[in-house]
């Protein structure tokens, strides 16, 4: 039986011989069938991978769009980065992260953006993110693109008219701006929400024109704050916004004053305690008299409520300077409950100048906060008492423990700068620059600085990085040029014939005019311009750059009086120059100008 299986050595009969033949076959077929199997998996293994990897990301995706629309942003991210790390070329996972950065307001979005344009046709909620967030990092150019074709397509939006109202603002079109809201406003298909959007971007234009608030703002104000839902609640605030800085008597635009404004806020569905809070600076603000019953009266309203009412009671406190009123309504073991009700209590203990209270407050740890907030405040104290190497030892760990961290180097770096540790502040931008070179935020606080400074050449070196960033921002260009300018000699004062041969005057005199041109009612842009034909010894032309326009005073920088000025003397009014430049702070000029103010007086 164990020779069951070996070879028989007794001739098979015909059948037998078949049989063994048809088995063979079987058996050769079944092998190739194998071989070719695996063959075709070893060449689409990857195919269907992908396949399956791009399946899903675009689930992945998906669940990210919905996320967003319910403003549940964490997660959002969480999907979004999930599904562009499974399939990185997946249009639908492109998409995902371009939208989440658009809407946080990162401008490396505009990469994704461009990324996705390669790969895809970009949908018309495409095109209004994508123009969105260029108008927020000034590439106007693209900005420009995109509502182009959101307005040429058939599915355009009052919104999108919007857009397009925010671009003109932005390239100093006033009067086209202000075209576009009223066409906004005036749409049927129009959201409440557009209306508003359209009704603050004219009340910024309305005082960018220097003038008071017109009263078709308030009007509009009025009737989208007789609602109920979440517009008339935001139309409400910002109708006490304009009512707390109004000049003059309230005109009861719509028939409401401001008793009736205190009381569609209070009584408003979905007033919150900080509009109802409000509500208590209108009363104060109509009635200063009853500034302590009022203070008070907010306190007895508030200080039994929950965490977000403590919050916005807190707040509203110490930004009226009751800081002591706030540690005695807040006590520190309920501060002790919420991050922002504990920022709260200590920024009121720092404003009555106890700090070391505070100091031994975070030192004790009874409340767990971020490495980088316990050092920076621990540094505020240490500086506070006089304990410059405290306050040094702090700084720098906290520099440490921000690193790579854009989001944390620039609460560091903001912090440093309001509280005048600017050597600590330029280090933390710069370190949120070589984490993201693209973050503008983090790029203006370096030029914010290099300004404080009055370092020309720092500021100029600066420009030129931002300039090979953003190589299409007329704001940057211009600035770029200004500064060279400043930077270049000027003619002899005893040599009245015009400068030739000087291609890269000339050049920035071109450049000049076509940043005029593209944007004539642009003070910058005019500046630059008069100061090139000042270095090409044309002050008469250089005068010319200014007939015909109305500066609003708001418009007014040290630049551009320091300029006028300095044309006002060459071309023989050298009592207007004089007046302006008595008037100019010295502290706040770069060395150059001020050598175009004295050359100017002299």
Excluded at 313 to 335: K, V
Excluded at 566 to 572: D, F, G, I, P, R
């Amino acid at each position: 039986m164990f020779g069951l299986f070996e070879r028989n050595d007794l001739p098979l009969s015909d059948e037998e011989l078949d049989d063994r033949r048809y088995k063979r076959r079987q058996l050769a077929i079944v092998v190739v069938v194998i071989v070719i199997l695996l063959v075709a998996g070893y060449f689409s293994a990857r195919p269907v991978m992908n396949a399956v990897r791009g399946w899903q990301a675009r689930r992945h995706a998906e669940k990210a769009y919905r996320l967003m629309e319910a403003a549940k942003w964490g997660e959002a991210r969480t999907e979004a980065v999930a599904a562009y790390q499974l399939r990185p070329t997946e249009p639908e996972a492109i998409r995902a992260v371009a939208r989440l950065l658009s809407r946080a307001g990162q401008a490396d979005a505009l990469g994704f953006w461009k990324e996705l344009r390669a790969r895809a046709t970009l949908t018309p909620t495409d095109l209004r993110d994508e123009a969105s967030i260029a108008l927020k990092a000034k590439e106007l150019e693209l900005a420009e693109e995109a509502i182009g074709q959101l307005l040429k397509g058939p599915d355009s939006r009052p919104a999108d008219v919007l857009l397009a109202a925010e671009l003109a603002v932005q390239k100093q079109d006033l009067n086209g701006a202000v075209e576009r809201m009223h066409k906004v406003m005036d749409n049927s298909a129009a959201t409440d929400r557009d209306r508003l959007q359209a009704t603050l971007l004219l009340a910024n234009v309305l005082r960018a024109k220097d003038g008071k608030e017109n009263i078709e703002v308030l009007d509009h104000l009025v009737n989208l704050g007789r609602g109920t839902n979440d517009v008339s609640l935001d139309a409400l605030a910002a109708l006490a916004q304009i009512f707390l800085n109004f000049q003059g008597d309230w005109p009861n635009p719509g028939g409401m004053s401001g008793d009736d404004l205190v009381a569609a806020l209070d009584k408003h569905p979905l007033a919150k305690p900080q509009h109802k809070l409000l509500g208590f600076d209108v009363k104060m603000h109509m009635h200063p008299e009853q500034r302590e019953e009022l203070v008070r009266a907010a306190v007895t309203e508030f200080k039994g409520g929950d965490n977000n009412a403590l919050i916005a009671l807190a707040g509203w406190l110490n930004t009226r300077g009751e800081y002591q009123l706030e540690l005695d309504c807040i006590p520190r073991d309920r501060a002790m409950q919420s991050r922002d009700l504990f920022f709260q209590h200590v920024d009121a203990l720092g404003a009555l100048g106890r700090w070391d209270e505070i100091r031994r407050l975070i030192e004790s740890e009874q409340f767990p906060l971020d490495p980088v907030v316990e050092h920076m405040y621990l540094a505020r104290c240490f500086a506070q008492q006089g304990q410059t190497a405290g306050a040094d030892n702090n700084w720098r760990r906290a520099l440490e423990s921000a690193a790579g961290d854009p989001g944390k180097l620039m609460t560091l770096a903001d912090y440093a700068e309001k509280n005048g540790a600017t050597e600590v502040a330029g280090a933390a931008y710069d370190a949120a620059v070589a984490a993201s070179p693209k973050l503008r935020l983090a790029q203006q606080g370096r030029l914010r600085l290099a300004y404080a400074t009055r370092d020309t050449h720092k500021i100029h070196d600066i420009l030129a990085e931002l300039l090979k960033i953003w190589p299409n921002d007329s704001a940057i260009q211009n600035d770029d040029a200004y500064i060279r300018l400043l930077l270049m000699p000027g003619p002899p004062p005893d040599n009245h014939q015009p400068v030739t041969g000087n291609p890269e005057l000339s050049g920035i005199e071109q450049q000049a005019e076509t940043l005029v041109t593209r944007e004539p009612a642009s003070l910058p842009h005019r500046t630059l311009l008069a100061l090139a034909r000042l270095k090409l010894n044309r002050p008469y032309d250089a005068a010319a750059v200014y007939r015909g326009i109305n500066v609003p005073k708001n418009a007014l920088t040290t630049s551009t009086i320091s300029v006028h000025a300095a044309v006002l003397a060459a071309t023989n009014d050298k009592d207007g120059a004089q007046k302006e430049a008595a008037a100019l702070p010295k502290d706040k000029l770069l060395p150059e100008e001020q050598a175009l103010l004295d050359r100017a007086v002299e």
